[in-house]
């Protein structure tokens, strides 16, 4: 794929995105966390080899994974996961019964 693919596929990215409501802020943010997940994944969890590749400095990348929370991504690519959840569904911490919830009269 070329340079002027890749921004036609950013820009038309960018485009639907901002016409559905997201933030530019969201839409950098899912653009960071892909490009991040997907230099993790071809590496195998490897930060240096990740970084390479991006052309970026490993501490970057380092801060990338702080700051966009991908540890677990890293963990599971380095463990070798064939399917990695970028967002798994959080689990409810009240039981069906809990505090908070109406019971039936």
């Known amino acids: 794929m070329t340079i002027t693919q890749i921004s036609g596929k950013a820009e038309e990215f960018a485009r639907a995105a901002i016409a559905a409501g997201v933030s530019k802020k969201n839409c950098l943010y899912m653009v960071e966390t892909a490009i991040a997940v997907e230099s993790i994944k071809w590496a195998k969890g490897n930060k ?3 970084a390479r590749r991006l052309h970026l400095h490993r501490n970057l990348l380092d801060y ?10 890293v963990e599971a690519a380095k463990s070798g996961e064939k399917q990695i959840e970028l967002f798994p569904p959080k689990k409810s911490a009240r039981s069906e019964t809990g505090r908070g919830l109406r019971r039936a009269a």
Do not use: D, E, M, N
């Open 48 to 50: 240096s080899r990740a």
């Open 64 to 73: 990338w994974v702080r700051k966009l929370h991908l540890k677990r991504i």
